[in-house]
């Protein structure tokens, strides 16, 4: 029993994340990234310098992670770059490709891609479903834009079974309170 106690423990320690949690709730401003929401009470943070993630109940079970990247740098899957001069429908073939590419979504279907204004930027607003690795139905929303030289995603994504719309209500909350610090 003290040996399975010791190698649990050696376990959780040698697993941690590199990056501590946080409890979250209200304005955070990620000054980094240009960028400032309104985080819902309750969820956890990890501290990342380079985009925001929350959960609040674990990272395979649903999150929000708002993202900016520079348009001149490729996508991670695809190898795609943004332009300034795409149109946000444009912009949202570039994302939803690269999500798409990844070899851990299987089964990729886009059920909505619409035009939106996010914090005054027309952008756009895609809804998908897919599969992981293991069989489990992922439903997300993703929302971006591009501004000056940036790219800027808000992007949310939970177990379609019960958590996506157990927690939706909250992500439209933080898309709407979504603002740019500097003006572009």
């Known amino acids: 029993m003290k040996r399975a106690f010791i190698i649990l423990l050696f376990l959780m320690v040698g697993c941690a ?22 985080l819902p009470q309750g969820w956890m943070r990890v501290n990342q310098g380079d985009y925001l993630f929350i959960t609040r109940d674990g990272f395979l079970l649903q999150y929000i992670r708002v993202i900016r990247l520079d348009i001149e740098q490729p996508l991670r899957y695809t ?29 990729f279907n886009l059920l909505e891609n619409i035009p939106v204004k996010i914090s005054g930027i027309s952008g756009f607003r895609a809804v998908y479903t897919y599969k992981n690795k293991d069989g489990l139905k992922i439903k997300g929303i993703y929302c971006g834009f591009i501004t000056d030289k940036w790219f800027y995603g808000i992007h949310y994504s939970a177990a379609h079974r019960y958590y996506f ?13 979504f603002k740019l610090l500097k003006t572009a």
Not at 91 to 106: M, Y
Not at 165 to 177: G, M, P
């Open 79 to 107: 190898k795609k770059k943004f332009s300034k001069s795409m149109l946000p429908q444009e912009v949202a073939e570039v994302i939803l490709d690269n999500i798409s590419s990844d070899q851990n979504v299987l089964d």
């Open 17 to 38: 994340p590199k990056a501590p949690w946080v409890q979250v709730g209200g304005l955070h401003n990620m000054e980094s990234q240009d960028f400032s929401v309104e």
């Open 165 to 177: 719309d157990k927690d939706v209500k909250t992500f439209e909350k933080v898309l709407e309170s």
